[in-house]
T-cell receptor, first 111, second 113 residues
């Protein structure tokens, strides 16, 4: 399957805590992307990490990629109530392929 | 600049009917992709269009079709609607190849009764 599998399926934390979400996959990838979706709305692109990169940062987001373990993690530091959303990892396996999304992680940040 | 615009936002149709959804990509974006999102199956890729040509297709029956116009606007059509077609249909546009950052519209919520 070219679909990423996110873990955990749901996460509930207190505001100010860090949130760590994981994505594992089985195929070779060209890049891996993380998206956020607020309830029933469109997805928002968060960050893209290429297969030859190991870590990227964007504001309070930190993404790591371990191609030997075929896994990625998304860390949100100092979480806020506004971070409450579903988070998806998406895999791109190369030219002429499609972007394949996992089932998502539901993050709830309690004020 | 304006984002991806999908119309209509909500739609209620009866089984057996057909429906057409519209997507206007970000200006300058030539790639438009469509996804179906349901609680059980998650986000499923329908198809991608680039410069009026279907470049990629997911595993959906022939009742699902699409097209892209010369101005990059895209439509998807679902014929002979089934209850299981009830879903959020999302459109995304890309400036570059499909593997680059995708910009999503707010979606069309289709309910089939």
């Amino acid at each position: 399957s070219q679909q990423g599998e996110e873990d955990p399926q749901a996460l509930s934390i207190q505001e100010g805590e860090n949130a760590t979400m994981n994505c594992s996959y089985k195929t070779s990838i060209n890049n891996l992307q993380w998206y956020r979706q607020n309830s029933g709305r469109g997805l928002v692109h968060l960050i893209l990490i290429r297969s030859n990169e190991r870590e990227k940062h964007s504001g309070r987001l930190r993404v790591t990629l371990d191609t030997s373990k075929k896994s990625s993690s998304l860390l949100i530091t100092a979480s806020r109530a506004a971070d409450t959303a579903s988070y998806f990892c998406a895999l791109y396996t190369g030219a002429n392929s499609k972007l394949t999304f996992g089932k998502g992680i539901t993050l709830s940040v309690r004020p | 600049k304006a984002g991806v615009t999908q119309t209509p936002r909500y739609l209620i149709k009866t089984r057996g009917q057909q429906v057409t959804l519209s997507c206007s990509p970000i200006s300058g974006h030539r790639s438009v992709s469509w996804y179906q999102q349901t609680p059980g199956q998650g986000l499923q890729f329908l198809f991608e269009y680039f410069s009026e040509t279907q470049r990629n297709k997911g595993n959906f029956p022939g009742r699902f079709s699409g097209r892209q116009f010369s101005n990059s606007r895209s439509e998807m059509n679902v014929s002979t609607l089934e209850l299981g077609d009830s879903a959020l249909y999302l459109c995304a546009s890309n400036l570059g190849p499909l593997g680059t950052e995708a910009f999503f519209g707010q979606g069309t919520r289709l309910t089939v009764v």
